[in-house]
């Protein structure tokens, strides 16, 4: 059976910092759309996804991230992806995601660029 | 006498693709691959085995998927087998990542990324079994200890 787990944390008013654990895949890929859905639910789309803990990643995964970015970013916010692994890291490198997402190496950078950017 | 060919054997339910990832990891690795190399056969065959159990199967969850691995000298090759209704690749076209983010898809890249995570990928059907064979050429540091 597929461990993962999403955790909310709010390192302050504007963002929401979701830290995953484990592996994405095909069953579990449902979970982390049920917390995107969640940040917008509750009108916080400023997010940065917390990669640090995450084992393994499928395109059932990346879907989620392409699904969801549109509508955060027509709400005026954005889906950051942070201190993603190597191995991980390649998985979205191999479908581009690098250019049509944010993905930096802190949570830190991630947090900071929202503030530079306004979104 | 020939090599075992070591299989596993999974309902077709998403639940059960850690298991063929371990099976996998634990091949790819006592065959000598490098770390990434493991890495990307491990997830081209997630991606065939989600697709067996998503589409060939429908989410009908009382089919199977069949992993079986074989080694040749430099070669490692994965075949997934089910009975599900056969993948037609002449009728596949790889989603562009920018219209699909428009459109907000989240499916259809699982195909694109398996043929840019190993060397061939290759569609048979026998009867009503199809199959998935998926080829890593071991280079490179990979298979050092294959041949020890």
């Known amino acids: ?119 | 006498m020939p090599a075992p060919t070591p299989t596993v054997t999974i309902p077709s339910a998403t639940r059960y693709l850690a298991r063929v990832r371990r099976f996998v990891d634990k091949q790819a690795t006592a065959a000598g691959l490098s770390e990434r190399a493991v890495d990307e056969v491990r997830l081209a065959v997630d991606e065939a085995c989600a697709n067996a159990i998503e589409h060939a199967y429908g989410g009908r969850e009382n089919g199977t998927v069949e992993v079986t691995t074989e080694q040749a000298p430099g070669l490692f090759t994965v075949i997934i087998r089910h009975t599900g209704v056969p993948f037609d690749p002449g009728a596949y076209h790889p989603p562009d990542i920018n219209r699909a983010i428009h459109e907000r898809r989240k499916g259809g890249f699982g195909v694109a990324l398996m043929h840019r995570l190993v060397d061939t990928v290759e569609y048979r059907h026998h009867g009503t079994t199809s199959e998935v064979c998926l080829v890593k050429r071991l280079n490179g540091n990979d298979g050092e200890s294959a041949s020890a």
């Open chain 1, 1 to 119: 059976m597929s461990s993962f787990s999403v955790t909310f944390r709010s390192p302050d008013d504007e963002v929401c910092v979701l830290d995953l654990k484990g592996e994405l895949d095909a069953h579990t890929a449902s979970e982390l759309e049920a917390a995107f859905q969640k940040c917008l639910d509750d009108q916080r789309p400023r997010i940065v996804v917390h990669g640090g803990d995450l084992q393994y990643i499928s395109s059932a995964g990346l879907g989620v991230f392409m699904a969801y970015i549109e509508e955060v970013r027509d709400q005026g916010g954005d889906i950051k992806i942070a201190a993603l692994q190597p191995r991980v890291y390649n998985v979205f490198d191999l479908l581009g995601f690098p250019v049509l997402f944010d993905i930096t190496s802190t949570e830190d950078e991630a947090v900071h660029r929202f503030d530079a950017d306004g979104a």
